[in-house]
């Protein structure tokens, strides 16, 4: 496998988007996503891999991601990131192969896919053709339960759907497997921000 873990927030119909920006503002699921991403043994570092629209809606001050190596995918090689902070090391890359081949380097300790939708697709359906380096084999995936945000207008692959012979690629892992491997507890069950609820989750590819 290839150990590429994609993390999402999603409601119950898999949205994750409105007008290329999060339709919800939670700081407890933000903080979570920040910890799990930046959590790393002494000496390491985890890198973040995301598509040029993911870069572009990160507020300018909070880019790139500190204490992560910030991968950026654009098909566009003359593409200025121009990150206004520099407090973490920012590469450019042309596609998913290169994204992940630049984070191969030596004190990566975890290799992150935190949007957009495009690229979240490509690891969860990968092409035939597709080296087992960019396949996605974990999902932490924070669960949107209510409301139902019928505004998005992004959405991620049904990837808990069942596969074309009928069986389930997907698996819920325990909530201890969860916090065994953020390495941080992780508060189980329904969680109430801003009369919004969600549950952090972790799925394993079978």
Known sequence: MSHLTIIVAATKSNGIGQHGKLPWRLSKEMAYFARVTSTAPEGWKNAVIMGRKTWESIPT????????????????KDYELAPSNLSAPVHLCSNLTSAVESTSQAGI??????????????????ASSS????????????RILAPDFLQCDIYMPDFLGASEEGKAEWKQAAHDELVKWVGFDVPAGVQEEKGISYEFQMWLRQ
């Open 61 to 76: 001050n909070f880019r790139p991601l500190p204490k992560r190596l910030n991968v950026v995918i654009s098909h566009n």
């Open 109 to 126: 300790h975890r290799r992150f896919i935190i949007g957009g939708a495009s690229l979240i697709s490509e690891t969860l359906n990968p």
């Open 131 to 142: 080296p087992m380096s960019c396949i996605a084999d974990r999902v932490l995936l924070t």
